[in-house]
């Protein structure tokens, strides 16, 4: 990741996520990039209610800045290039703070969506590990917008 960073720059990753969209939503595919989680404690096989990486946390801000990255990887081609959807997903930055965002977001990255046999969002936990996913959900606690 940090390598594509190098090669295309920030814009170019995105255009590149961009061009993946249209296919990853006819399909409910997804072409998972691999996250690199090192310096984060790791947190075993069995899911977490709550996220580990809080503000508390000594390690939150590389939580963070790994999940920024995470998220333009993996999340934005649906949910939008920032956090700031597109329409096509709904909006991550609305997800309520705290635990009880925490139990829905886990809820979703483990379970997906599907409906009619159609897939919506793959399960994104069957891609990146749980650190990853933890550290994308202390990201997007930053781009909390109250509606
Ligand atoms: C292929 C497109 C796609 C990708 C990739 C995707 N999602 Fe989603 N996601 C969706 C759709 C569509 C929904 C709405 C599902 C529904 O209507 O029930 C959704 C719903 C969610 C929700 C629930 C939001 C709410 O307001 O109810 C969360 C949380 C979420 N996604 C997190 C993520 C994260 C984190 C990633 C990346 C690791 C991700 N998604 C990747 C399409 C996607």
């Known amino acids: 990741m940090k390598h594509n960073k190098k090669i295309f720059g920030l814009a170019g990753a995105g255009m590149i996520t961009l061009m993946l969209s249209t296919q990853a939503l006819a399909h409910g595919d997804v072409t998972p ?3 690199d989680t090192a310096g984060l404690e790791s947190l075993g096989e ?6 580990p ?10 939580a963070v800045e790994i999940g920024e990255s995470a ?5 934005a081609r649906c ?8 329409g096509i997903a709904p909006d991550l930055r609305f997800l309520e703070p705290g635990i009880d965002g925490d139990e829905w977001y886990q809820y979703r990255v483990v379970n997906g ?10 399960k994104m936990a069957e891609h990146l590990s749980q650190e ?16």
Do not use: F
Request: proline share 2%.
């Open 46 to 51: 069995e899911w977490l209610d709550q996220n």
């Open 33 to 35: 990039q691999a996250v």
């Open 132 to 147: 990853a996913l933890w550290a994308i959900r202390a990201w997007l606690e930053t781009k909390y917008v109250e509606q």
């Open 71 to 75: 998220y333009n990887q993996n999340c």
């Open 113 to 122: 969506a599907v409906r009619d046999g159609r897939v919506y969002m793959p």
């Open 79 to 86: 949910h939008g290039l920032e956090g700031v959807s597109g």
């Open 53 to 62: 990486y809080g503000e508390d946390h000594e390690k939150y801000a590389l």
